[in-house]
């Protein structure tokens, strides 16, 4: 079976003390992940080394991710992270392109690319997002626009490279905004998202690669979402910040 992955991502919330507590009420409930099931934190930067300090004590997939990463190596840029850097912390996992990234930072579709390239030769997991915004989706270009954002970003990487990414679907049309993206549309574009892999990459491939859903994942809806065939688990926002959320939402992975 796929990776099957919670991923929380906190964003810029919660004071240090109240991530390591809300850390400490989610691993406390004891659950146990199957070999092929991962729980991820994405938190923010000064708080990754007592995230993965308390992870490593898990017995299981429980892992650490950066929100971002910087597109160059090294150099005079002041205030940025790269992923050597993360490297050096044993950081497994970074989020690229996520859609707070492209609209507020305009990050591009050739930016994201160097990216992954730099978290592949840091020995670090992307997790790659894409998505389309509610112009687009009212227009019903949705499958053009994130299959440019996979043809852009990530198809220059060779099969046995692209196998290794995680892949992130964002509706931002229906996050904030009161849409509501329906449990079979989130399986139409997870499942387009994978042919338009298995066309470059072939159907094995295509099919290795976990796809997670990151349209307003909760404990409520998580099982059914989960339950999709190319649905293979969330980036969950804010239901992360929720320890009894989340820990549903971990409890809901295929």
């Not at 299981?60 to 971002?68: C, D, H, L, R």
Request: proline residues 3%.
């Amino acid at each position: 079976m796929r990776k099957q992955i919670a991923a929380a991502n906190w964003k810029m919330n919660l004071t240090f003390q109240q991530g390591e507590k809300l850390l400490d009420d989610i691993l406390e409930a004891g659950v146990k992940l199957e070999k092929h099931q991962f729980a991820i934190f994405a938190v923010p930067y000064p708080y990754l080394l007592m995230t993965r300090s308390e992870v490593e004590k898990e017995e299981g997939n429980y892992y650490v991710a950066a929100q971002n990463c910087y597109h160059k190596k090294a150099g005079a840029f002041t205030g940025e992270v790269s992923t050597e850097m993360l490297h050096s912390m044993n950081i497994k996992y970074c989020v690229i392109g996520h859609s707070e990234r492209r609209e507020y930072f305009a990050e591009s579709n050739a930016m994201l690319a160097e990216k992954v390239n730099l978290c592949l030769e840091s020995f670090i997991t992307p997790i790659f997002c894409c998505g389309e915004p509610l112009e687009i989706r009212e227009a019903g270009t949705q499958n053009d626009f994130v299959a440019t954002q996979l043809r852009e970003s990530l198809f220059h990487l060779p099969a046995d490279k692209i196998s290794t990414i995680v892949i992130a679907y964002e509706p931002i049309w229906a996050i904030g905004t009161g849409k509501t993206a329906s449990t079979e549309q989130a399986q139409e574009i997870h499942k387009y998202l994978r042919s338009v892999l298995a066309n470059q990459y072939g159907e094995a491939v295509a099919n290795d690669i976990p796809i997670l859903y990151g349209g307003s994942v909760k404990a409520n809806n998580a099982k059914e979402l989960f339950s999709c065939p190319d649905v293979d688990g969330g980036l969950v926002g804010g239901a992360s910040l929720v320890a009894a959320d989340f820990v549903e939402i971990i409890k809901a992975l295929k």
